[in-house]
Each structure stands twice: as C-alpha cells, then as structure tokens.
C-alpha cells in the first residue's frame, strides 16, 4: 500500500510540474491533478443509465458550504479546468480510472460527480452507484457558471491596455466570503476601505493585503469618499442619506423637497465641497423585471451650504458617479441604460450638458429587461475612466473611445485606485475583492 501511495503522489506531483492549474481538494489529498487518456478511451462496467440529479447553482452552493458532507469528483481533463475553471474538489481523474481509485473514494460521504456540461458525471455517477456508493447528483461546471455560479482555478488576466494594462496582468484575488462588496476608497497610507454594507461595517485592506475592519455600525453605509481634512463620508442607506462617519458622526443632507431620500447609492466628492449623489431606490430582488413605470430616481447636487438640489430624476437607474480629475465633467452610469452619461461641471457647481459619453459593452437585453449592470466608476490621472458592467471593467480614453474590457471571476459592483503608489485597481463586486496592477495611477486628490 505504501509502494501504491508514494506512486500516486509521484505521479501527481509530475503532472502538477507540467501544467499551470492545481486543484484545491477537500479531504486528505490537498493538491492533486492527474492527466489520464480522453473520455473516448474510458471504459466502464455500469449497468444501465439512469435520470440523474443535476444541482442548480442554488443546491450546489448549499453543498459547497457543507465540504465534510460531499466528496467531488471532477472527471475533466486539466487542460479544460484551466479553461472553463472548476469547483474545490476531492479527487480529479478521468472515468476510465474510476476503477483504480475505488478504494481512496470514502464511501462515509455522498458523493458528486463533476464534468463540463454533467455528461460524463452522469456516466460515473451511474458506476459509483454500481459500486455501493451513495451519488446525490451530477454538476455541469458550465451550467453552474451561467446560472451566476463562481468558478476557481480560470486564471484571470488583463488584455493589454495601452497606457492602463500590459497583457497577462493576473487579476489577483485578495478575498473572498464579504457579507457584501462596495464604495472603494483609497486611504493616503495607499490602503483601501470599502462597504461590507449587508454586514454594516467597513473593512480595511492594507498594502500587504492583510484585512481589517476599519468601522462598525455604519447606518448601512454603501459607498465612501474622503475629504481634505481626511474626514469620511458616506451615503446610507439604513436612514437613507448623506453623512460624515468621521471624525464625528453627522447627517449632511436626509431629504429633498420635504421628501426623505429612497436609497443613495453611490456619491463623488470635488475639492470644492460639493458632492454628487445618485439614489436609484432599492435594488430588484434577482430575476425581478424592470417595472414599465420605473419609480422615481435622482441624481443630486449636495452644495458646501447643506443644500440639496436635484439634478434630474429621468435616468432609469442612476448608479455610480465619478468625477474628472480637473472635476469639469461628472459621470453617471444608468444600471439600465447603454451608455455612460456626462455632464459638464458648471463654476458654480451645477451641471449642465448633458450627453451620452460612452457606449457600454455590457448592455445587453436580459429576461427582466435591458440592462448594461453598470456600477461603480473611477478615473485615472490622464482622464481615462473605468465603469464595472456586467462584462468587467470597462475602459474609456477621456473622449468615450473604447480601450478595453479586463474581465472578472465574478462580475464588479464599484472599483477604486489605491496603492503605495495609486497604481492598484482595486476591485469589489459579490462578495469578492480583486486587485490589477496597471501602468497608470490614480488622481492623486482627496475626495473619490
């Protein structure tokens, strides 16, 4: 039996030498990928097929967080891994070896059996089965993706950007599991903050990407910014409005018109003092249609007097709000719309000119309607502008031409540049925190 391990792990550690993608496995076997012949090849004693269960991305989460209940069998080649990435797994192997491991396949769990679309798994399922195992059902990792599910082990990489990106820059993940991901910030140390906003606190993640809470008991604090003398303020959404959370906690603005706010998302800060704040109302529960009368929205123009003044209230979903760096051209992102909207910044703080600056690769016409998913917006220091959509990160050279799109493991909510040197995009969307290293820098300002 010894002679039999120290092969296997032999063999393992070879074929991991050779290849760029590991498994992370539950159980015993912590790192194990195993190159076997094509499923063309794979030869099985199973009797006859039956109705598998397949999981929806719903069951298959629920399993996922239980690990010591279910043993994972991914019957995938590495190189399709790789390609599509996969889920924590117990064991990785073709089906035509499924005979061989029988005896390091505990039989005190359930078993599941994982292929791209559940077609193989459903061929294993059938001969574990045959072999007195208990298989609860069958994944298809492509299924399971469309379905919103999170893959691990693609590798994430940039195109190349000119001036932003070089190609092959990997999108490192710095987290994972937040109760919640938005409002980015960058703190002078180069540090981020953001909203763990279910969870009403704000993290901190510092340069050497150790993490932190930062605050807690926030008002449901959903984005940041930062002002000259290094105060915090947020829009909130427990109490809808805007505020400063340090150095003392005080509403700056509730309602407008005698009305109180619905749900500010989103807010930018200019060295003037003036903040712009859109509020969309409440996010649609998944998979709910847009209503044909959206209900009333705002973006808002909150002036250092403490006066509010509204903006316009005909952008179906009003989202994230950026300013230039010389703070002459705001910048909405309209979560239904196609295009990013622009105004023009007027001396006295007003805006006027509205015009559609960019056209959104995201938007796309979705079951519950059209939508681009566009989120957060930051600027860099030559005046590119970077929106998250449902597509990634979109970039914009200061005229609205396209650049590029960096896509994600999951799709980004807001993003902000921080740094030692404001040279890390940082990130945020679904729970997840993602870091690129660019070529280029962020403003280097107070504010957001």
Same mark, same amino acid.
């Given at each position: 039996m010894r002679k039999i391990e120290k092969s296997l792990k032999r063999k393992w550690f070879l074929t991991a030498a050779r290849t760029t993608f590991t498994l992370f496995a539950i159980g015993a076997w912590s790192t194990a990928l195993i190159t076997y012949p094509t499923l063309s090849q794979a030869q099985t004693?199973?009797?006859?097929? /039956?109705?598998?269960?397949?999981?929806?991305r719903e069951q298959l989460d629920q399993l996922l967080a239980a690990p010591d209940k279910v043993t994972f069998i991914d019957l995938r080649r590495a190189d399709e891994i790789a390609a599509i990435g996969g889920l924590p797994v117990y064991l990785n192997i073709q089906v035509s070896e499924l005979d061989r491991f029988l005896p390091y396949i505990p039989r005190d769990r359930s078993v599941v059996t994982v292929s791209n679309h559940a077609g193989r798994a459903k061929r294993a399922a059938n001969y574990l089965r045959s072999q007195g195992y208990t298989v609860t059902g069958v994944v298809g990792v492509e299924n399971y993706a469309a379905q919103g599910g999170t893959l691990y082990g693609k590798l994430f990489a940039t195109p190349a950007i000119d001036g932003?990106?070089?190609?092959?820059?990997?999108?490192?993940?710095?987290?994972?599991?937040?109760?919640?991901?938005?409002?980015?910030?960058?703190?002078?140390?180069?540090?981020?903050?953001?909203?763990?906003?279910?969870?009403?606190?704000?993290?901190?993640?510092?340069p050497d990407n150790s993490v932190s809470t930062y605050l807690e008991k926030t008002g449901g604090a959903n984005s940041l910014a930062i002002g000259a003398k290094g105060e915090l303020l947020a829009v909130q959404t427990a109490k809808p409005g805007v505020a400063q959370l340090q150095p003392a906690s005080n509403v700056l603005a509730a309602a407008y018109s005698g009305k109180p706010f619905n749900r500010p998302n989103d807010l930018a800060l200019a060295r003037t003092g003036n903040i712009y704040f859109s509020d969309p109302g409440a996010p649609l529960a998944a998979g709910t249609p847009a209503p044909a009368v959206p209900a009333k929205t705002g973006l808002y123009w909150l002036n250092p007097r403490g006066q509010v003044k509204l903006i316009t209230d005909?952008?179906?979903?009003?989202?994230?709000?950026?300013?230039?760096?010389?703070?002459?051209?705001?910048?909405?992102?309209?979560t239904w719309g196609e295009n990013l909207i622009a105004f023009n910044v007027q001396p006295d703080g007003s805006l006027a000119g509205r015009h559609d600056f960019a056209k959104l690769a995201g938007f796309r016409n979705?079951?519950?309607?059209?939508?681009?998913?566009?989120?957060?917006?930051?600027?860099?220091a030559s005046g590119r502008v970077y929106v998250a959509t449902s597509?990634?990160?979109?970039?914009?050279?200061?005229?609205?031409?396209?650049?590029?799109?960096?896509?994600?493991?999951? /799709?980004? /909510?807001?993003?902000?540049?921080?740094?030692?040197?404001?040279? /890390?995009?940082?990130?945020?969307?679904?729970?997840s925190v993602y870091r690129i290293k660019t070529l280029t820098k962020g403003v280097d300002r107070p504010g957001k």
């Amino acid at each position: 039996m010894r002679k039999i391990e120290k092969s296997l792990k032999r063999k393992w550690f070879l074929t991991a030498a050779r290849t760029t993608f590991t498994l992370f496995a539950i159980g015993a076997w912590s790192t194990a990928l195993i190159t076997y012949p094509t499923l063309s090849q794979a030869q099985t004693t199973a009797g006859a097929a /039956q109705t598998e269960n397949e999981f929806t991305r719903e069951q298959l989460d629920q399993l996922l967080a239980a690990p010591d209940k279910v043993t994972f069998i991914d019957l995938r080649r590495a190189d399709e891994i790789a390609a599509i990435g996969g889920l924590p797994v117990y064991l990785n192997i073709q089906v035509s070896e499924l005979d061989r491991f029988l005896p390091y396949i505990p039989r005190d769990r359930s078993v599941v059996t994982v292929s791209n679309h559940a077609g193989r798994a459903k061929r294993a399922a059938n001969y574990l089965r045959s072999q007195g195992y208990t298989v609860t059902g069958v994944v298809g990792v492509e299924n399971y993706a469309a379905q919103g599910g999170t893959l691990y082990g693609k590798l994430f990489a940039t195109p190349a950007i000119d001036g932003v990106v070089a190609a092959g820059t990997r999108v490192e993940v710095i987290r994972e599991g937040f109760d919640g991901t938005e409002g980015p910030v960058a703190l002078t140390d180069g540090s981020i903050i953001f909203t763990e906003n279910r969870a009403d606190r704000i993290v901190r993640i510092a340069p050497d990407n150790s993490v932190s809470t930062y605050l807690e008991k926030t008002g449901g604090a959903n984005s940041l910014a930062i002002g000259a003398k290094g105060e915090l303020l947020a829009v909130q959404t427990a109490k809808p409005g805007v505020a400063q959370l340090q150095p003392a906690s005080n509403v700056l603005a509730a309602a407008y018109s005698g009305k109180p706010f619905n749900r500010p998302n989103d807010l930018a800060l200019a060295r003037t003092g003036n903040i712009y704040f859109s509020d969309p109302g409440a996010p649609l529960a998944a998979g709910t249609p847009a209503p044909a009368v959206p209900a009333k929205t705002g973006l808002y123009w909150l002036n250092p007097r403490g006066q509010v003044k509204l903006i316009t209230d005909d952008i179906r979903r009003p989202n994230g709000v950026a300013l230039s760096p010389d703070e002459k051209t705001l910048y909405v992102a309209n979560t239904w719309g196609e295009n990013l909207i622009a105004f023009n910044v007027q001396p006295d703080g007003s805006l006027a000119g509205r015009h559609d600056f960019a056209k959104l690769a995201g938007f796309r016409n979705a079951p519950e309607g059209p939508t681009s998913g566009a989120d957060g917006i930051a600027v860099d220091a030559s005046g590119r502008v970077y929106v998250a959509t449902s597509a990634g990160v979109e970039v914009f050279s200061p005229e609205g031409t396209a650049l590029g799109v960096i896509a994600l493991p999951k /799709q980004p /909510q807001n993003l902000a540049f921080g740094g030692a040197d404001h040279s /890390q995009l940082y990130v945020v969307g679904r729970g997840s925190v993602y870091r690129i290293k660019t070529l280029t820098k962020g403003v280097d300002r107070p504010g957001k």
